[in-house]
Structures are given as structure tokens and as C-alpha cells.
């Protein structure tokens, strides 16, 4: 395999896209080449590349021709159009949509969790979803210890998770509320600002929105464990970036919460943020911009012997979706995986 690699990053001008553009730069991958896609309406930008203005191109069935990894960042319905014409073309696609999570021929991968996952690739490695990936981070480290039997999630989860527009609306609505005006609103149903509500995600028959089963989904499938017990209430607050999330573990057996402080004290990816005294604990404002999941706030639930409660703060862009992505770019190119074990199948 070659030293440096040929890299296109498909919906460059998205939150998430722009931000695989700089942990590029900052991490210092291989690159020999790069190239930015997006839909026409966004092609004819330039975004700044290691002192460089790079021309972003609309993505086209010639793309992909000659490029090693794709980063996919452009929705769902973006994926299924490109990716397997991506692979058919030569590369390896790291997707960050809904796409091909639950697809039994595609990797699940947390790099911190199921690093092995990824060597299964038939061209198609799904990220998954944010609140998942933060989860999973945190949780991993103990469940290794000691199998979790029961996880019960509540999400805080910022504006980010539903793209730059919205960060964007959320700014636009609290200065409005603040000027007396009505907040308008085009990317959520209601208004976030000075607000909360439960995740705008389709509902099914059980009255759980589609944004909470992809965490018992995928949680599952990373975890390699189907039968794992998960559920979660996905609720959008007021917060630009980082989302938080209260994470209720049920063992077999108690688990000691100075041991469960010690393992996540040396966990990869995880930053121990806790002063009891302070009452200070992992916030959103400052996960904002960090690679690491911050958690805290460790104790035994007082509701049941082998239950502990612990929180968590992690930046939705980064490790919640780009960061993830070089992760398991790097984790490519570190074990030499680019080549597919196994062919993609065109009806997979």
C-alpha cells in the first residue's frame, strides 16, 4: 500500500464536512491528494486546506475515480446514490449517514470499542450515530469489566446534530425572543432557543422516535450484543454543539464506584471530569472542540444494588461524527485494511 492516500470528502460544505477538512490538517493524515464533493448548489466554493483554497467540485459519476477513502457526510439518501459506485470505482467509504448502519454486510465501528470490526469491510464502513458513539466511549470500558445488562440513556442533544442551518436558526430565534420578535422556524418544528423538546425523529408504533432506536440498534451491533437491553429519551435543548447525556447501567452485580472511576480514568477517548466539592461535572460548553467524551458524575444508583448513574459531555461534530471518521481512516491505513476482505455485493 502506498504511504499517503487519496482522500475525497463528500459534502465538504456540511458542519461535519468542514470539520473533517481541518482534523485532516491538524492530525496531519497522509494525504497524496484531496478532494472535496458536493451537491451543485454548493460546488464552486473554496475552503482553506493547510494554507491552500481548495475548490469544492459537484460530486458526479466520475468522482471517484482514483481515490482511496471517502469520507461520506452528505445524508442518507446522498450515500445510497454514491457509495457503492464509490466502491465499485476503488475506494473505501466511511459513511456518517443512517445509510448502512443496520446493513448485516457493514461494519459498526467506535474505534475506541470495536477496533476488529473494521477488518470485516466489504468497502463500506458505517460511523454511527452521535449519541451512540459518545455512549459507547464511556460505557465500553466497564462493560468489558463487567457486562452491562440494562442501559437506560436521556440525551441533552445541541442544534449541531441537525447541521450548520440549525445552529444557525438557533442563534437567529434567541436573538429574536430577546428582541421581543416570533422565533421562526424552518429546520425544527418548533423553536430550540429558550427551549427543549423531545427529538423531532419519526415515531413508531411504541412511541419511541427513530433517533432513540438507533441507539438501541446500533448499540447492539457495536457491542456485539443483541439481546443488550437499551432505551433512551432523545430530547433537542438549546445548546449549539456538544450534546450531554445521562447514562443509568445496570450489571449483574454491584460494581464498585471507585473501580468504575479507575477504569474510565484510563479509558481511551474518555476525559474523567469530576469536583464533588464544586459541583462541577462534564458541560457542553467545554466538550465543545474536544476530542475526548467527557464524564463524571459517577455514583451508585441508590434505586438498585448494581446500578450506577454516570453523565457525560461530548462534542457532537467531532467525536460524535468527523472525528470518528479519521478514526477509522486511520485505523485503515495503520492495519493496512483498505483492500475489502470481501467483495460488496450489489444487492447488499
Not at 465501528?109 to 477496533?115: A, I, M, T, W
Not at 471530569?273 to 459541583?279: F, L
Request: hydrophobic share 45%; net charge negative; with cysteine.
Amino acid at each position: 500500500m502506498p504511504e499517503s492516500y487519496r482522500v475525497a470528502i463528500l459534502g465538504a460544505t456540511g458542519a461535519v464536512g468542514t470539520e473533517l477538512l481541518e482534523l485532516l490538517e491538524n492530525r496531519n493524515f497522509p494525504l497524496s491528494e484531496l478532494k472535496l464533493l458536493a451537491s451543485p448548489r454548493s460546488a464552486g466554493r473554496t475552503l482553506p486546506f493547510k494554507g491552500e483554497q481548495l475548490l469544492v467540485e459537484p460530486v458526479g459519476e466520475g468522482s471517484f475515480e482514483n481515490v482511496d477513502i471517502v469520507l461520506a457526510s452528505a445524508g442518507g439518501s446522498t450515500s445510497k446514490q454514491w457509495a457503492h459506485k464509490a466502491v465499485a470505482a476503488g475506494a473505501v467509504v466511511i459513511d456518517n449517514s443512517s445509510a448502512f448502519r443496520m446493513d448485516s454486510q457493514v461494519p459498526l465501528v467506535v474505534p475506541e470499542v470495536n477496533p476488529e470490526a473494521a477488518a470485516n469491510h466489504r468497502g463500506i464502513i458505517a460511523n454511527p450515530n452521535c449519541t451512540t458513539i459518545l455512549m459507547s466511549v464511556a460505557v465500553w470500558p466497564l462493560h468489558k469489566v463487567q457486562p452491562v445488562q440494562r442501559i437506560v440513556a436521556a440525551t441533552y442533544q445541541s442544534a449541531s446534530g441537525a447541521g450548520a442551518r440549525a445552529m444557525e436558526e438557533m442563534k437567529e430565534q434567541a436573538q429574536a425572543i430577546l428582541d421581543g420578535k416570533t422565533p421562526k422556524t424552518e429546520i425544527f418544528p418548533y423553536p430550540l432557543a429558550f427551549n427543549l423538546f423531545p427529538h423531532n425523529s419519526p415515531l413508531n408504533d411504541q412511541g419511541y422516535c427513530e433517533e432513540e432506536m438507533k441507539m438501541v440498534n446500533e448499540t447492539r451491533k457495536i457491542f456485539g450484543a443483541p439481546a443488550l437491553r437499551v432505551s433512551a429519551t432523545c430530547v433537542r435543548v438549546p445548546v449549539l454543539r456538544a450534546h450531554s447525556e445521562a447514562i443509568n447501567l445496570e450489571f449483574g452485580q454491584p460494581f464498585s464506584v471507585a473501580k468504575a472511576r479507575e477504569i474510565l480514568s484510563e479509558a481511551p477517548g474518555v476525559e474523567l471530569v469530576e469536583d464533588w466539592q464544586a459541583n462541577y461535572f462534564p458541560m457542553p460548553f467545554e466538550a465543545t472542540g474536544r476530542d475526548d467524551v467527557l464524564v463524571g458524575r459517577i455514583r451508585q444508583d441508590i434505586s438498585h444494588p448494581c446500578g450506577l448513574e454516570l453523565w457525560l459531555s461530548g462534542d457532537q461534530i467531532r467525536k460524535g461524527a468527523a472525528l470518528n471518521a479519521v478514526q477509522i481512516a486511520e485505523l485503515l491505513v495503520a492495519k493496512n485494511l483498505l483492500k475489502p476482505a470481501v467483495a460488496l455485493g450489489a444487492n447488499s
